[in-house]
């Protein structure tokens, strides 16, 4: 069954430094998300990216953060200057297509500490 | 703006007993209502899901949730518990006209032995 990559599974960081989150959406699929999780805290949405460009942002994804889709198959979520806030579990969902019903299938996430 | 409650951070249960996992939503057009599991070190798994049609909805692994507009809940349960359903468990809610989902706290499930 097609599945959702996220890579690396853990990343360690110093604050300030820039990180790129990888993820490999199902092939199919047009529809990519980001989404984080502060430890204890809900899931959160951070973007939508559908046909190469942004198609809805969080108040969370300021100008800190950008992803791109930089072949057929990879979906990136970078964060420039990283914050101890940033600290979150990040994950990485695609869809089929556009209605709302469709599943979003998610992939294991990124865990990631600032230090 | 939509939002979800998950009554009880944490449930637990005894193997064989009726799970029942609370979920309210706060929504000002009908939303469609989803279920998801997480296992340990793992992603976020569709459990179930409802849209239109029938307000009973069965997923996967026994579960099933009903949808109750005049309560606006959509309560996530499974007649008897397994060791193998320990999770955490999020229900989460889509708009018509939205992209994204919107996420309750989540509750860990513990099933005891």
């Known amino acids: 069954e097609p599945e959702v990559t996220q890579t690396p599974s853990h990343q360690v960081t110093q604050m300030g430094q820039e990180v790129i989150l990888r993820c490999v959406p199902i092939s199919n699929h047009l529809y990519f998300y980001w989404y984080r999780q502060i430890l204890g805290q809900k899931v959160e949405f951070l973007v939508s990216?559908?046909?190469?460009?942004?198609?809805?942002k969080s108040e969370i994804f300021d100008d800190q953060f950008s992803v791109e889709r930089p072949d057929g198959s990879n979906f990136t979520l970078k964060i420039r200057s990283t914050k101890l806030e940033d600290s979150a579990m990040y994950f990485c969902a695609s869809r089929r297509d556009t209605l709302p019903q469709e599943t979003q299938y998610f992939g294991p996430g990124t865990r990631l500490l600032v230090l | 703006a939509q939002s979800v409650t998950q009554l009880g951070s944490h449930v637990s249960v005894s193997e064989g007993a009726l799970v029942l996992l609370r979920c309210n939503y706060s929504?000002?057009?009908?939303?469609?209502l989803f279920w998801y599991v997480q296992y340990p070190n793992q992603g976020l798994q569709l459990l179930l899901k409802y849209t239109t049609g029938a307000t009973l909805v069965k997923g996967i692994n026994g579960f099933e949730a009903e949808f109750k507009k005049s309560e606006t809940s959509f309560h996530l349960t499974k007649p008897s518990a397994h060791m193998s359903d320990a999770a955490e468990y999020f229900c989460a809610v889509s708009l018509e006209y939205g992209n994204k989902l919107v996420f309750g706290a989540g509750t860990i499930l513990r099933v005891k032995s």
């Open positions: 990216f559908y046909n190469n460009e942004i198609s809805e």
């Open positions: 929504s000002s057009v009908p939303p469609y």
